[in-house]
């Protein structure tokens, strides 16, 4: 009994950052139809910018805070330089334009950082929760970054249904050439929605890091669950991606757990091809065609 | 025919998709307030004309002058902003989004959350259908409440000039009529141009002030409605009544 709630809810602290780089690849497939593969490098390199300023101030807030706008701002620039002359191309040119980005994140990142492994602090006590004798399996940590992705989503969740923006993002979303015809700048929203999703991005990459340590490829593993967590959602449903987030790490608790721990990323990469063999629209997607 | 008193004159167009052009010099001013039916056959380059227009088609060569200034080759979202709405065929209802969602897009170029919300008003005063269904997914409503939709989000932007390609098409013929019945009312109430393009010319041009008449990207014949109407071999050539 123990073990299974250990296993549970340390399932659902990790799956909650599965479901933040999830939400940031539906923020840009949405948008723009392109799977973004640099997402996991965008919030590999924005955790560095987070380590360099904790390093140098000693504040975690200070670094947590400067990596979300770092997220921000590397997701417009990316957008508007690299990705932005790719639209309206082949699908393929975008795929090799963000495996780019990719490489040359990591690859910056060795030069500026060097490709050691570095500690990232975390926010709150690792240490595991406990109530009388028995053990959560989740840290005060693990709470704060349950809630921090939560109420991210929450926020998003709002600036969708009930602002100007929200209506702006989903417009675009849906039928940017009818959006273009009603003056809406769709330019301009989609730079937006690159820089939220980097803003997700960077946010999981400050909750995870702490438990991966901080290197180049340290966001690849997390990319490819964060992706296969989006495809259980269905590409296209923000909600799908927080509960296709909670779900796979859940599952991937319990065969850790269970059956061992050295296969999780095996498990997980079975569990994205199940998802594509039985359902590939995802579970929560309305939509019914994908085009990759 | 440069008109200085028209709301919307197209000069010397020549546009198309790749190698052909498909509008060859095409001329067509609208004066303010008054409706111009764009007809002719299958292919004549009606769409063409409107997609150019609104700047989904980049011309090669000509003017298309907005209130006097030049919009040609500027993207789409631009000349929406100078007060052209573009109700495209087929009507672009954005099914995923409900009513009122689809009504506010089209004012979300204008500044001002009074000045959006007057005109949400103002849409359910005119269109009291859209008023008792905007909760509604927009992908629910049946083909004719998807026309008046599209018009109404289409007048959301306050715009100068409207253009409609083929607000009849694949209706029931009493909401054809209910169409026609908006735009003549579009014209006489709110002083709207409009450019018309239309399959159905006989019904475009009983409320059409003027028109012309398009033949392989060409205009073989611009004059007044009733002239148009009137004329006899027109008719059983371009028009097909």
Known sequence: MQEFVEFTLGGIAVGMIYAAIALSLVLVWRGTRVLNYSQGGMAMFTTYVAWVVIRDTGDYWLGFFAALAAGLALGAFLESTAVRPTMGKAPLNSVIVTIGLLILLEGAAGIIYGGQYRSFPAAFSIRGLKIGSFGLGISEADLFTAAAVLAAALALFLVFEYTSIGLRLRATAFSPGVSRLLGIRIGRVLTLGWALAGLFGALAGVLVTPSTFLYPNSMDAIFVLGFTAAVIGGLDSPVGAVIGGVLLGVLLSYAGGYLGSNLVLVYGLAALVLVLMIRPSGLFSGAATRRV | ?241
């Open chain 2, 1 to 241: 025919m440069p008109d200085s008193a028209a709301a919307l004159t197209v000069e010397g167009i020549v546009a198309g998709y790749g190698g052909v052009p498909v509008l060859n010099n095409v001329s067509v001013a609208a004066r303010p307030g008054t409706i111009t039916a764009v007809l002719g056959a299958n292919g004549a380059g009606k769409t063409t004309l409107l997609r150019t227009i609104s700047g989904l088609v980049k011309p090669r060569q000509g003017r298309i002058l907005v209130d006097g200034a030049n919009v040609a080759r500027r993207p789409p979202e631009n000349i929406a902003r100078a007060g052209v709405a573009h109700v495209p065929e087929g009507q672009g209802v954005i099914t995923e989004l409900t009513v009122e969602e689809n009504l506010r897009l089209g004012a979300l170029s204008r500044r001002g959350g009074s000045v959006r919300s007057a005109a949400l008003g103002d849409a359910y005063r005119r269109f009291p259908m859209l008023g008792e269904r905007k909760k509604r997914p927009a992908g629910l409503l049946s083909g004719g409440e998807r026309q008046i939709l599209v018009i109404a989000r289409a007048l959301m932007s306050a715009p100068r000039v409207l253009l409609l390609d083929e607000p009849s098409l694949g209706l029931a013929p009493r909401m054809v009529t209910q169409v026609m019945d908006l735009v003549r009312g579009l014209r006489d109430d709110a002083g709207l141009t409009v450019l018309l393009v239309e399959q159905n010319a006989r019904s475009a041009l009983a409320i059409a002030d003027c028109g012309i008449v398009l033949n392989l990207g060409k205009v073989v014949a611009a004059d007044d409605a009733a002239v148009l109407a009137a004329d006899v071999a027109l008719r059983r050539h371009y028009l097909g009544f």
